[in-house]
């Protein structure tokens, strides 16, 4: 698995470049503040992190949610610990979790205290050292957690463009769509469907085709706002994609769009290299 710090951002392909910056008007670091500002009041007494005693506990716990997070502390009165307490309460749709023991630590290469964010759509972790001595924010804390987290379907905004450009995962399904559409909470139940038989393979992302910045989103991929919703997928590394204009979003057509694609991929990587296929004849 990959540790991770603060997000750093390295793309320089057009795809990339309007992937991160294109949606608002807002850097990606900036928007990352969302929430961190929120008022302390009684939070920390709404929500408590649950105490994780062993490497089983942990384990249950991380699959237990699409995004976890888990506090790795050398004791519960270390630095960051009531910070930790406080960002949990701010944020309850994330499950927080605490752990002191020494040996699951190391399991986890948490050689300081560390916060360890754990998401399941690409079984991949990315760790915030908190350093001793220092003092360590709930603000920092949440804008790591929201550049990282990853769902099984991930609503892009230039925060949640972070974690999908560093994920492992090289091919992304966007599903460009109307929020407002009356079709839609039925349309998402069926793509997240979908997402469940890619996890791993594919990133499923929403774009809503609502959001002003995301106009030039569909123009990238060459559709029209009469084409929408339609499916979008791309592999990071060469840009090659395929669209897919739809009159309703169903779990099948969603598995054959994707199979179709990944086996174009494989074939395509598959075939040897016309430049290798025959080797010269250097006979007299």
Not at 108 to 113: K, L, P
Not at 125 to 151: H, P
Not at 185 to 206: C, N, S, T, Y
Not at 224 to 244: G, M, N, Y
Request: contains cysteine; proline residues 5%; glycine residues 6%.
């Amino acid at each position: 698995m990959v540790k991770g710090g603060e997000a750093e951002i390295m793309g320089t392909s057009i795809f990339t470049y309007l992937f991160i910056i294109l949606l608002t008007g807002c850097s990606p670091a900036g928007c990352a503040d969302d929430g961190g500002s929120a008022s302390h009041g009684t939070a920390e007494s709404a929500k408590k992190p649950v105490l994780l005693n062993n490497t089983a506990d942990v384990k249950a716990f991380i699959s237990g949610a699409e995004v976890a997070v888990i506090g790795f502390f050398q004791e519960l009165e270390s630095p960051g610990v009531s910070e930790f307490h406080l960002v949990a309460g701010l944020m309850p749709e994330v499950p927080f979790g605490l752990c002191t023991n020494p040996a699951v630590r190391s399991q986890y290469n948490a050689t300081t205290s560390t916060l360890t964010l754990f998401r399941r759509a690409d079984d991949d972790w990315r760790d915030l050292d908190i350093i001793d001595g220092k003092e360590v924010s709930a603000e920092k804390m949440i804008r790591f957690i929201r550049m990282n987290e990853l769902r099984l379907v991930t609503e892009y905004n230039p925060v949640t463009a972070i974690g999908l450009l560093q994920s492992s995962v090289q091919f992304h399904l966007l599903l460009i769509a109307d929020k407002k559409s009356p079709e839609h909470p039925e349309d998402m139940h069926r793509f997240r469907e979908a997402a469940e038989l890619f996890q791993g393979k594919i990133l499923f992302v929403l774009v809503d085709s609502n959001v002003k910045g995301n106009e030039r989103v569909v123009s990238f991929f060459k559709l029209k706002k009469s084409q929408l919703p339609a499916l979008a997928i791309f592999h990071t590394p060469d840009e090659e994609r395929d669209v897919l204009p739809l009159d309703e979003v169903s779990i099948e057509l969603v598995q054959d769009f994707c199979n179709a694609f990944l086996q174009r991929k494989q074939k395509k990587e598959d075939e040897p290299d016309e430049s290798e296929e025959k080797a010269p004849n250097e006979e007299l």
